[in-house]
C-alpha cells in the first residue's frame, strides 16, 4: 500500500557523491554503468517512517552528471516533494555553490522540504569547510543540517527519514 510517494531530487556540485548516496540508500540495486549517459534516472525505495506510522515509497532522482554542465531540465525537478543540498567535506566550491543550487530546487519546486547535507565525514582530517561555517550556512538558508558518509553508511537513512516527516508536515 503505497499511499505516499515523493519525488527526492539529489543536487549539488559533481563528485559529492550524490549518485553514491542513491544507491546507498537503496542499498545497491541499482547498477548504474549507463547512467551517465542517460541523462535523468531515479532509484526507489520504501521507507517505514515512524512519525508517519506507515511506508513512504521515495523515488530518488539522481542528476546523472549533468550537473556538470548547468543544464538540469525541467523533467528531472518536476513534481519532486524533497531535496537533499549536498556538499563534500573536501569540496571548496560544492560548499560555495550552494545557495545557488537552493535557489534553483526553489525556482522549480516552491515549498519543497530540503535538507543540507555534508558527505564524507570521513575525511574530516581534509576538510576545507569548518564546522562552525557549514552551521552557520545551514542557519542562513533555514534548512536542518545533517553529517553523512554514504561510504561507511552513516546518518544517510537520517536524512530521507527527515524529508519524510518534513514533507508529510507540508
Ligand atoms: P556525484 O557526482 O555527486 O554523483 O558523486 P559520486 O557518487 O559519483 O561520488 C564521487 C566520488 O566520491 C566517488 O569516488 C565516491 O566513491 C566518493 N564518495 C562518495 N561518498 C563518499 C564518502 O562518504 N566518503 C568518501 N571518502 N568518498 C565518498
Known sequence: DFEREIKVVVVGNGGVGKTSMIKRFCKGVFTDDYKKTIGVDFLEKQLYVPSIGQ???LYLWDTAGQE?????????????????LAFSTTDRASFDALPSWRSKVLEQCPGIAMALVQNKVDLIEQAVVSSQEAEAMARRLGLKFYRTCVKQDLNVTEVFTYLAELHDRK
Open 55 to 57: 511506508d513512504v515509497q
Open 68 to 84: 556538470e554542465f548547468d543544464s538540469i531540465t525541467k523533467t528531472y525537478y518536476r513534481g519532486a516533494g524533497a531535496a537533499v
